[in-house]
């Protein structure tokens, strides 16, 4: 996933890191994908910019 790339937060299961330390969305759909190394600190600050704005994460 890239810096243009738009996710529904309500469609993702968990969000965890694989053995090579990227980090992985999981969606309910059982796809996965990949963040992009440079886009690993926007996307983990947009999640949490939602998690306080719609319930404790």
Do not use: P, W
């Not at 890191?17 to 059982?30: A, G, P, S, T, Y």
């Not at 796809?31 to 994460?57: D, E, G, P």
Request: glycine residues 2%.
């Amino acid at each position: 996933m890239h810096r243009g790339t738009i996710v529904n937060l309500e469609f993702v299961s968990k969000i965890s890191k694989n053995k090579q330390d990227k980090l992985m969305v999981h969606l309910d759909n059982d796809t996965t994908l990949s963040v992009s190394r440079n886009h690993i600190n926007l996307f983990k600050k947009n999640v949490a910019l939602y998690c306080s704005r719609a319930f404790s994460c």
